[in-house]
């Protein structure tokens, strides 16, 4: 019973110890159950967040050490040969997957473009649909008062003037929803007319300064848009900023844009580990990021404002930028 318990203590082998054995054992005697063995180490390669560079470094110290004790031409290209092998099977989970967060990529990018369809469809109807409705109404209201006396027709006057705020409202709505400039002039516009409207309405002081011009594909001006969107509505009303700063240029391979304020902060790893806190803006933000091959950064602190870096490759932001209309 003691040896039993000590043999249940034993332990774990290291990945790279567990790694060394099994490629010797595969090495040396072949077969279908060592090859099993490097493929659940591959899964566990995964569970342990090793990178690829990691695993090819280990796996060229183990072969060098092979090869250093093997000797002869022959059986060093046999070597050669059984790690090549040991290294395929090692990998193939990697590749399984790639090919799973690929097709969740496609997946995710087909869902926010059917979104973005659906709310320019809905943008739309309100604009022209409402605003259709109203011109109706106000005509009406124009019949109605030719036939009143002067009193009421001041009353039809004072309606007239809140259906006018109505239609405004309405329109300023359907225009943040899915603002015609983005897809006429392209994303920075958009976020200039957006931050003037955010700016209006919070009294939030905000700036935006680019050193790049032209357009992107479809996809990633949405997608930027979106979040520049979700950070200025969360510093209007969570941040407590007096001001925005928006800074957009090209550094090396990547573009970036950058979002400051001068708000309250917060504490990054209390949010990031409480997912009730983290909530839909955080997660849909990253999502969006994920879909185009994007990073976020976020770099805050309790009562020294926020900032967020979103980055881009140069190979997704120079993509083909013809948009489907």
């Given at each position: 019973?003691k040896?039993?318990?000590k043999?249940s203590?034993?332990?774990r082998?290291?990945?790279?110890?567990?790694?060394?054995?099994?490629?010797?054992?595969?090495?040396r005697?072949?077969?279908?159950a060592?090859l099993?063995r490097?493929y659940?180490?591959?899964r566990?390669?995964i569970?342990?967040?090793?990178t690829l560079?990691?695993i090819?470094?280990?796996?060229?110290?183990?072969?060098?050490?092979?090869?250093?004790?093997?000797g002869e031409?022959?059986?060093?290209?046999?070597l050669?040969a059984?790690a090549?092998d040991?290294?395929a099977?090692?990998?193939?989970?990697?590749?399984m997957?790639?090919?799973g967060?690929?097709?969740a990529?496609?997946?995710?990018?087909?869902?926010?473009e059917t979104?973005?369809?659906?709310i320019?469809?809905?943008?739309y109807?309100?604009h022209d649909?409402?605003?259709?409705?109203?011109?109706?109404v106000h005509?009406?209201l124009?019949?109605?008062?030719r036939?009143?006396p002067?009193?009421?027709?001041e009353?039809?006057?004072?309606?007239e003037?809140?259906?006018?705020?109505?239609?405004?409202?309405?329109r300023?709505?359907s225009?943040?929803?899915?603002?015609t400039?983005?897809?006429?002039?392209?994303?920075i516009?958009?976020?200039?007319?957006?931050?003037?409207?955010?700016s209006?309405?919070?009294?939030?002081?905000i700036?935006?300064?680019t050193?790049?011009?032209?357009?992107?594909p479809g996809?990633?001006e949405?997608a930027?848009y979106?979040?520049?969107?979700?950070v200025l509505?969360?510093a209007?009303?969570?941040?407590?900023?007096?001001?925005?700063?928006?800074?957009?240029?090209?550094k090396k391979s990547r573009?970036?844009?950058s979002?400051?304020d001068?708000?309250?902060?917060?504490?990054i790893q209390?949010v990031q580990?409480?997912?009730?806190?983290?909530?839909l803006?955080?997660?849909?933000?990253?999502?969006?990021?994920?879909?185009?091959?994007?990073t976020?950064s976020?770099?805050?602190a309790?009562?020294?404002?926020?900032?967020l870096?979103?980055q881009?490759?140069?190979?997704?932001s120079?993509?083909?930028?013809r948009?489907?209309?």
């Open positions: 019973m040896a039993a318990a043999r203590m034993k332990p082998e290291t990945f790279e110890e567990e790694y060394r054995a099994a490629l010797s054992n595969y090495a005697h072949g077969g279908e060592a099993d490097a659940e180490l591959g566990r390669a569970a342990e967040k090793k560079m990691e090819a470094s280990l796996h060229h110290q183990a072969l060098h050490g092979m090869l250093a004790d093997a031409t022959a059986r060093c290209k046999e050669v059984a090549a040991f290294l099977e090692i990998l193939s989970p990697f590749e997957a790639q090919r967060v690929q097709d990529i496609a997946a995710l990018r087909q869902f926010n979104l973005e369809e659906e320019k469809r809905i943008a109807g309100v649909e409402a605003g259709q409705i109203l011109v109706a005509l009406a124009a019949d109605l008062a036939e009143l002067e009193r009421q027709k009353q039809v006057g004072r309606i003037e809140l259906l006018q705020q109505v239609e405004g409202q309405l300023r709505y225009h943040e929803l899915r603002p400039v983005l897809d006429d002039l392209g994303w516009p958009a976020i200039r007319f957006l931050a003037e409207g955010v209006k309405r919070a009294h939030l002081a700036r935006v300064k050193t790049i011009a032209g357009r992107l996809a990633v949405t930027l979106r979040i520049v969107q979700e509505t969360n209007a009303k969570h941040a407590k900023a007096s001001q925005v700063w928006i800074r957009i240029s090209r573009l970036c844009c979002i400051e001068d708000g309250v902060g917060f504490d209390a580990s409480d997912w009730r806190r983290r909530g803006g955080l997660i849909g933000m990253q999502e969006r990021l994920n879909a185009i091959g994007g976020l976020i770099d805050s309790p009562g020294q404002g926020t900032r870096i979103i881009l490759p140069t190979e997704v120079n993509a083909n930028p948009r489907t209309r």
